[in-house]
């Protein structure tokens, strides 16, 4: 449970929509990891009020997006890429190879341009 609160509590409230500084490796792919755990137990559960719970499941979706959105930046910023690389994501399937291939990389060491 510390681990949740940690990795994907604190994220969503106290780092909302903070785009500056770094997010590790571990913290970003935690936080994925519980964002799936979350939206697929969420899916099942809402599955029984038919489109009520789609419109629920889809209200939740976007109030995740922006914590979402500021992580992988924050991501990009720990190995020294601009937060503007995630606009790769808009190509077609080679975006997200390229930018999952950027978010397995390990953290650069030491102090770099985004620190604070």
């Not at 190509?91 to 999952?100: E, R, S, T």
């Given at each position: 449970?510390?681990?949740?609160?940690?990795?994907?509590?604190?994220i969503?409230?106290?780092?909302?929509?903070?785009?500056?500084?770094?997010?590790?490796?571990?913290?970003?792919?935690?936080?994925?990891?519980?964002?799936?755990?979350?939206?697929?137990?969420?899916?099942?559960?809402?599955?029984?009020?038919?489109?009520?719970?789609?419109?629920?499941?889809?209200?939740?979706?976007?109030?995740?997006?922006?914590p979402?959105?500021?992580?992988?930046?924050?991501?990009?910023?720990?190995?020294?890429?601009?937060?503007?690389?995630?606009?790769?994501?808009?190509?077609?399937?080679?975006?997200?190879?390229?930018?999952?291939?950027?978010?397995?990389?390990?953290?650069?060491?030491?102090?770099?341009?985004?620190?604070?």
């Open positions: 449970m510390e681990v949740f609160k940690k990795y994907y509590w604190n969503l409230t106290k780092n909302y929509v903070n785009f500056s500084g770094r997010a590790t490796r571990k913290q970003y792919w935690l936080f994925v990891l519980f964002n799936i755990i979350v939206f697929v137990v969420l899916a099942i559960l809402l599955s029984f009020l038919g489109n009520t719970g789609n419109v629920l499941y889809s209200l939740c979706n976007l109030a995740v997006l922006l979402s959105l500021a992580i992988a930046v924050r991501r990009l910023h720990d190995i020294n890429f601009s937060g503007w690389w995630f606009l790769l994501a808009l190509l077609p399937f080679l975006g997200g190879l390229i930018l999952l291939v950027l978010m397995l990389l390990p953290s650069t060491p030491g102090a770099n341009r985004f620190d604070k």
